[in-house]
């Protein structure tokens, strides 16, 4: 009986090693939304979660005498409708970069003037931003400069960016509503950086960028303020032509990225929690990832937005790090490029808002609730995060049905003597 038994345990064991059948949960995109199609810059976009809701920022051109940068926020929690955009700075400047972000309750765009070249920030005088302050100037970029990232830094906005010639600065608001602003520092002084993406982590600013020996690089600064930074930088990956349209963000308590080079979607995660050395890099995808985002979904595994040769998107790791991942999924047809796709969490799904260049416009997509899709024997390398813990517990099962076999027969043995 006990052999019988055994067997019928291991033949199961070696079903469920061998069939590589995996139930996997993809996202059920629904039909895009059109936000705003009036000639929006496709470079221009950035997306944030404002009061509860969706938002964008994005910088548009239509005539001589119609230009500016605007910003639109959803009309209710899933992004399903949006109203009619603000113009935040009309007909007095073209703008061709743009950060959003929410600073002291109020939303507030770091953007690039174009005509002027200069670094600008602006914030709303209420908190769902449906009317603005007047723009602040901090510094002159040239011409080719630009490349920000606005975050909040110990409680004040704080911004990264490239000045040409002069390499990556950094620069951080005297107070809660970037009302005034501090000294720009300099944090690498190589004269071709750019695409810079700038997070907290562990509690001092850091910033990944292209450096000027066109490697992805990363610095963190010394202190809770970013006044000062390392004179050395880390390198996330030595290869020259990387680090374009690059996305940082905590995974897993620590820094990891995405980024894009001429050839594919790169990612990868710090081997610590302040970034100080990194993890070999993984491609998600060959040419892909021009515009990429990465972010953390509400199961804190990362999820990175970004755009294909025929349209946006999306691609979920299976595990908290970023080890494995699923296959990717198309969440929309689209043929433009953008810095971003622009990836949020809506309502406990993600989102995606992102230019189609087809319609002149800027769309957003959610995914509804997930559907389990069967990946076959081709996918029997994902099935181990999930097979491994069957294979232990079974395991763990045949060794009590061996041991207590032979507790048995020893017992039985032992009586018959007796």
């Known amino acids: 009986m006990q052999r019988r038994l055994f067997f019928k345990w291991l033949m199961l064991l070696l079903v469920v090693m061998g069939s590589g059948a995996v139930a996997y949960a993809f996202a059920d995109w629904g039909s895009p939304v059109t936000v705003n199609s009036q000639n929006p810059r496709q470079n221009s976009l950035s997306t944030a979660m404002v009061d509860g809701r969706p938002a964008v920022s994005y910088g548009y051109f239509v005539t001589s005498s119609s230009y500016g940068l605007r910003y639109i926020r959803a009309d209710n929690v899933d992004g399903s409708s949006w109203g009619t955009p603000v113009d935040v700075y009309l007909n007095e400047t073209v703008v061709d970069e ?42 002159s970029l040239g011409a080719n400069g630009g490349y920000l990232s606005l975050a909040i830094v110990n409680g004040n906005p704080a911004i990264s ?122 491609v998600l ?21 970004y755009h294909g040769s025929d349209g946006v998107y999306y691609r979920e790791s299976s595990d908290i790090n970023g080890s494995s991942w699923l296959p990717s999924e198309m969440a929309a047809s689209s043929f433009g490029v953008s810095k971003g796709p622009g990836l ?33 024997q081709m996918q029997t390398s994902r099935s181990w995060p999930v097979t491994a813990p069957v294979l232990v517990c079974l395991l763990a099962l045949l060794t009590i049905i061996v041991v207590g076999a032979r507790l048995k027969v020893g017992n039985e043995s032992y009586n018959k003597v007796v």
């Open 161 to 282: 960016y490239y000045i040409e010639g002069s390499g990556l600065w950094y620069m951080r608001a005297n107070d809660a509503q970037g009302s005034s602003w501090g000294a720009a520092v300099q944090v690498d002084a190589g004269g071709n950086t750019g695409y810079t993406d700038m997070i907290v982590v562990n509690g001092n600013p850091a910033i990944a960028y292209r450096n000027s020996a066109q490697q992805t690089a990363y610095k963190r600064a010394l202190d809770i303020n970013g006044t000062s930074w390392p004179a050395g930088t880390v390198l996330i990956d030595n290869r020259t032509a990387q680090g374009v349209f690059l996305s940082l963000a905590i995974v897993n308590n620590f820094p990891a990225i995405s980024y894009y080079n001429s050839l594919m979607l790169n990612y990868t995660r710090a081997n610590d929690i302040n970034g100080d050395s990194w993890g070999s890099y993984q």
């Open 344 to 376: 949020l969490m809506v309502t406990g799904q993600p989102a995606v808002a992102y230019y189609n260049s087809s319609t002149s416009s800027i769309m957003y997509i959610r995914a509804g609730e997930p559907s389990a899709v069967t990946i076959d």
């Open 98 to 139: 743009t950060s959003l972000e929410v600073v002291d309750g109020n939303p507030a765009i770091a953007f690039r003037h174009e005509v002027a070249d200069e670094l600008q920030f602006v914030r709303a005088n209420d908190a769902q931003g449906d009317s603005w302050g007047v723009p602040i100037t901090l510094a």
């Open 285 to 305: 995808g060959s040419t892909v990832g021009y515009g990429n985002t990465l972010i953390v979904n509400d199961a804190n595994n990362p999820i990175i937005a």
